[in-house]
């Protein structure tokens, strides 16, 4: 039995996944894991480049699983597809539009093993120049909500990026590494989250819901990938996305009047864009959040 099963889900990524799984290899010299890569219905060469990666010979002796899915089923789903093929003690998240940069597997698990009552760790992500991104942050409730609708949310650290290790109460899905008995615990991923916010979710369940315990959430500084891509949404499915699932956190999370509060600002800022698109004659802008108002209403 591996002690980590890294769980990558894939779409559209033949630009990214080599240079991910040899980055995997390079940092992880002597740990013990396994890969399992789902990959939700590519339409490009993602799959036959793994199929085919120096990876899977003897040479490698790597332990690599691909999973095929029929259709697009989104960043929860295709990790709880990959969670149930899974053997590791631990399951670590990671997106393939990133490179491993720094630290290990083994340093994410030694945090682990300081103390039981952290459930989830979350690394470190920097962009291409190296400047962190914030993947860690605070709960969002009326008010970081509103500063997030704003932009504003960095500004008024709702999101962040620790300089050491301490807890917090998320951490990014894009490079998450779970206690596999606290993942089947919790059921995994909320799979009604499409993509975005379902980290935060697993999260505040962990630290909120689980049975007989709740558990820390830590980040730590000292293993690092590079964010290489932009995704592979439009922004416009992008904030479509986005604005349901704060919408639906709320909805499961919060009170019937934080959600009506939120709502009506999500819908209020929506509103106000399609018509700003309209005066200015951007056809993006008034597609894009036109879409975001059907989400929601």
């Not at 010979?57 to 899915?69: H, M, P, S």
């Amino acid at each position: 039995m591996s002690i980590v099963s890294i769980i990558i889900v894939t779409f559209n990524s033949e630009k990214y996944i080599e240079k991910l799984l040899e980055s995997i290899v390079k940092f992880n010299k002597g740990a013990d894991y396994e890969i399992i890569v789902v990959d939700n219905n590519s339409k490009d060469k993602t799959v036959k480049l793994i199929q085919n990666s120096k990876f899977k010979t003897q040479n490698y002796n790597l332990k690599l699983k691909i999973i095929e899915n029929k259709e697009n089923f989104g960043f929860a789903k295709g990790i709880n597809i990959g969670a149930k093929k899974a053997r590791g003690k631990y399951l670590l998240f990671i997106n393939p539009d990133t490179q491993w940069n720094d630290g290990s597997i083994n340093d994410l698990i030694s945090l682990f093993e300081k103390d039981e009552d952290i459930g989830i760790v979350g690394g470190k992500i920097v962009n291409e120049s190296g400047k962190p991104e914030n993947s860690s942050g605070k709960f969002l409730g009326i008010l970081g909500t509103f500063f997030l609708s704003l932009g504003l949310d960095e500004i008024f650290n709702y999101r962040f990026s620790p300089k050491r290790e301490e807890e917090v109460d998320f951490v990014s899905g894009g490079f998450m590494m779970v206690r596999s008995d606290i993942f089947k615990k919790l059921s995994g991923f909320d799979e009604n989250y499409f993509m975005y916010v379902e980290d935060m979710d697993l999260c505040f369940r962990a630290m909120f819901r689980a049975m007989k315990q709740n558990y820390k959430i830590y980040f730590s500084p000292n293993t690092t990938i590079i964010h290489e891509g932009q995704g592979s949404s439009s922004r416009s499915f992008a904030i479509k996305n986005i604005y349901k699932s704060l919408l639906y956190f709320q909805k499961k999370h919060g009170t019937k009047l934080s959600y009506f509060l939120i709502k009506s600002l999500l819908v209020l800022k929506a509103s106000v864009l399609v018509l700003l698109g309209k005066i200015i004659n951007n056809k993006y802008l008034v597609l894009s959040y036109k879409e975001a108002l059907k989400s929601i209403v």
